[in-house]
């Protein structure tokens, strides 16, 4: 599994939500420098950050080599964005619909489905989205990468 994969999946479900009130190239994936430039209409996926996984502790081992399995979480954040602040609260609320309904990601270039859930910030860490407009915060779980 690659984490390009899951921020593609991301994007997919984040389309799919928004059928309808967006254009079909304004979801974007987006690194966290960019997000106070967005303009115009649309949604932001954005990897805050990746960090080894310990509750996925029982993986298979080829004993204990450069090609051992890594169990990773990833942190996401999708922000909509949009020229009316009524027209961003209604993307939120597509992008949590969407999430909730679709706890289990698949799709290609994922060796198996990942868990994604709406996460809170944490305050043990650097939060960069905490001078955001609108985001909504993702924890993917059970990225595991290997051979």
Request: charged letters at 20%; aromatic letters at 4%.
């Amino acid at each position: 599994m690659t984490i390009a994969a899951v921020s593609l999946a991301l994007r997919d479900l984040a389309a799919r939500a928004c059928t309808g009130a967006l254009e079909d190239d304004t979801i974007i994936i987006r690194q966290p420098p960019e997000v106070p430039f967005l303009q115009g209409d649309g949604v932001a996926v954005i990897l805050l950050r990746a960090d080894y996984d310990g509750s996925a502790r029982n993986q298979p081992s080829n004993g204990g080599g450069p090609r051992d399995p890594v169990p990773l979480g990833l942190h996401y954040a999708l922000v909509p964005y949009a020229m009316e602040a009524l027209h961003q609260h209604r993307l939120l609320s597509m992008l949590i619909r969407a999430t909730a309904a679709q706890p289990v990601l698949t799709a290609d270039g994922l060796d198996g489905p990942v868990m994604v859930s709406i996460a809170a910030p944490d305050p043990a860490q650097n939060d960069p989205t905490a001078g955001w407009p609108v985001c909504l915060r993702l924890r993917v779980r059970g990225l595991v990468i290997g051979d």
